[in-house]
């Protein structure tokens, strides 16, 4: 396909038990069908209910630094990036049960840096609002439970 991994784990741990590993490592995956993988569906869902309706992000970039603990990964810095927007998460997940705790901070704009976009001009009048899309991620992988912790909504009238 069109998509590249780049990935790096140095772990330990009894070749019996696959969540006994230990250790530590890092990803990149560079795809552009990156918005249809199973944990940012929701999202995606999520996102078209907001005043701007985004209903694909165009996100094709995802990397994080990971360490693993006796069965339990740790996400540190895990970002996903597309042309214009930026979505930042940390936590972790259980390996064997695939349960989810996470931070997940969405910015709409975060990567439009073009002057000249008409939809620079846009984020200068919603810029509160490209940081205020924060979400406490819980649930599994295959049912995730998303829950905003900011509402846009009541912070900007008229959305």
Same mark, same amino acid.
């Given at each position: 396909?069109?998509?590249?991994?780049?990935?790096?784990?140095?772990?330990?741990?009894?070749?019996?038990?696959?969540?006994?590993?230990?250790?530590?490592?890092?990803?990149?995956?560079?795809?552009?069908?990156?918005?249809?993988? !199973?944990?940012? *569906? =929701? /999202?995606?869902?999520?996102?078209?209910?907001?005043?701007?309706?985004?209903? %694909?992000?165009? +996100?094709?970039?995802?990397?994080?630094?990971?360490?693993?603990?006796?069965?339990?990964?740790?996400?540190?810095?895990? !970002?996903?990036? *597309? =042309? /214009?927007?930026?979505?930042?998460?940390?936590?972790?997940?259980?390996?064997? %049960?695939?349960? +989810?705790?996470?931070?997940?901070?969405?910015?709409?704009?975060?990567?439009?840096?073009?002057?000249?976009?008409?939809?620079?001009?846009?984020?200068?009048?919603?810029?509160?609002?490209?940081?205020?899309?924060?979400?406490?991620?819980?649930?599994?992988?295959?049912?995730?439970?998303?829950?905003?912790?900011?509402?846009?909504?009541?912070?900007?009238?008229?959305?």
């Amino acid at each position: 396909g069109s998509g590249s991994l780049d990935a790096y784990l140095h772990a330990c741990g009894s070749i019996d038990n696959p969540y006994s590993y230990s250790g530590h490592g890092s990803f990149t995956i560079r795809d552009k069908q990156l918005g249809a993988i !199973q944990l940012l *569906g =929701p /999202l995606s869902m999520l996102l078209q209910g907001t005043a701007l309706g985004f209903t %694909s992000f165009e +996100l094709n970039e995802m990397s994080a630094k990971i360490n693993l603990e006796e069965g339990v990964a740790h996400f540190t810095d895990l !970002q996903v990036n *597309g =042309p /214009l927007t930026r979505i930042e998460a940390a936590g972790l997940m259980k390996l064997d %049960s695939h349960t +989810l705790d996470m931070r997940v901070a969405v910015h709409l704009f975060g990567n439009t840096t073009n002057r000249r976009n008409p939809i620079t001009k846009i984020t200068d009048i919603v810029n509160p609002l490209s940081a205020l899309l924060r979400f406490e991620l819980g649930g599994t992988i295959e049912k995730q439970r998303w829950r905003s912790i900011y509402d846009p909504r009541k912070l900007i009238p008229g959305l």
